[in-house]
């Protein structure tokens, strides 16, 4: 294992550590979904409450942020990540239609932490990474809380910087 493979291991393993702490605190998850929710209405608002744009999300795991709370209210038709051989492909939930990802109008992207400039560390299959290459980057947006922010990741060949995040402190780039 390199040390770049080495040092993501143990900043999963901080990550978890982090969220062990913040999970505790209900009234600040709720606090920090909420600011983050706003803020993605103010970036995306026009996609949001169009029922013609396709949103690609994502299922989260405990430890990510329920994009289900934040997409409340929201017209547009959601899509979900589907694996199909070594395809990553947009899943509806409503038809079961599966559509290239290039058809999404956007593309909100998980981690558990991120660097300032998009580069981001996953649970470690690289499903999203090897997706992102092919992406314009515009369609992408990362969505994370403050304290997921760790300028210490490494990156390697295959990272994909995602150029637009927002957290519920901070939109960028600034509107």
């Not at 295959?158 to 509107?175: E, F, G, S, Y």
């Amino acid at each position: 294992m390199s040390w770049a493979e080495e040092r993501k291991q143990q900043l999963r393993q901080e990550f978890f550590r982090r969220w062990r702490c913040f999970r505790e605190d209900l009234a600040q998850q709720k606090h920090i979904e909420q600011k983050i929710r706003k803020n993605l209405w103010r970036v995306c608002g026009k996609i949001l409450a169009n029922p013609n744009k396709k949103i690609l999300s994502y299922r989260p795991f405990p430890s990510e942020l329920s994009v289900d709370r934040l997409l409340q209210g929201c017209r547009c038709q959601l899509y979900y990540p589907r694996i199909f051989g070594s395809a990553l492909l947009a899943a509806s939930p409503d038809t079961r239609a599966c559509l290239a990802l290039y058809n999404m109008d956007l593309i909100l992207v998980p981690c558990l932490l991120f660097r300032s400039d998009g580069i981001r560390l996953g649970r470690g299959g690289g499903y999203f990474d090897r997706a992102l290459r092919f992406l314009p980057p515009h369609k992408l947006l990362l969505l994370a809380r403050h304290w997921q922010l760790e300028e210490s990741i490494p990156a390697l060949a295959h990272d994909i910087a995602v150029k637009r995040w927002l957290t519920d402190r901070q939109i960028h780039p600034p509107l």
